[in-house]
């Protein structure tokens, strides 16, 4: 999935970041849909489920990468990875706050190990960095996708502890999120003209098929089996395998604090999982 950071640089800037985010999630949809229908998966859910879903997709799928696609025109792409370690603790905050789940020190700890090692992968980037109003336009837009994200994760979790199967709840907030993308458009009075430019086709494709159906099936397994905490370590992952893509595409030069922080993010993973364990507290007691 982390690939798609770079599959999104193709599509930013020739179509409003709606359009974009549309067109990919229609196509993520539709495959889902004919998935659904081949397989004769039970599509048949109570209304209040479809609410809840409709709601994910709201977040998930209208607003957040809606969101992010604006902010990728606005900030660098390394200001972004950084930014986006936020989401767990968001997470964390979130699943307390609305569900009362037990905050995991693992995934605290973990969050922040990587949040470091993203800081020096992408150091650099950060001295050419100027502060004016685009830039602020920019944070604000990515934090406002990064707390939909967040929400829409915990609330997705919700809705797949009350036995609704992965690759339906996808579906039906994907396809949610696509209505709620194009009402958006046509309100906001979108021009629904398409690119000439044949990269973008390829990006749409490719994020379609890899970077929403594949991907996202297996994020939402993750937050099935693991919470949506644990889950969303995977935003400090992603930038990872984009590094690598653009080591191959791009010539992307790796340096010795870049080497150190993937030690680091993937030191915060073990920790974040449960694979280092932390010592328990004992209490002497007194005689």
Known sequence: MG????????????VSPLLAVGWRFSVAALCLGIWCWIHRLNMRFEAAVHRRMAVVGILMYTLDYSLLYAAQENIIRGLLAVLSSYIIYLSVVLRKTLFGYAIRRE??????FGL????CIFAPEFAHVAIDTLLLYGLGLAMSSFICAALGSVLAEQVMADNVPVVQMNFFAMTYGVIGLYV?????GQSF?????????????YLALFGSVLAFGAYMKLVKQLGADKASYVTLVYPLIA???STFLEGYQWTASAAFGVVIVLLGNAIAMGRIRFPRRTT???G
């Open 107 to 112: 995934v605290v700890v973990g969050a922040t």
């Open 116 to 119: 470091v090692g993203i800081g």
């Open 243 to 245: 590094l690598l893509f």
């Open 184 to 188: 958006t458009a046509l309100i906001t």
């Open 193 to 205: 003209t398409l690119p000439a430019d044949g990269s973008f086709y390829v990006a749409l494709v």
């Open 284 to 286: 002497r007691l007194a």
């Open 3 to 14: 690939s798609t950071w770079i599959g999104i640089t193709y599509q930013v800037g020739q």
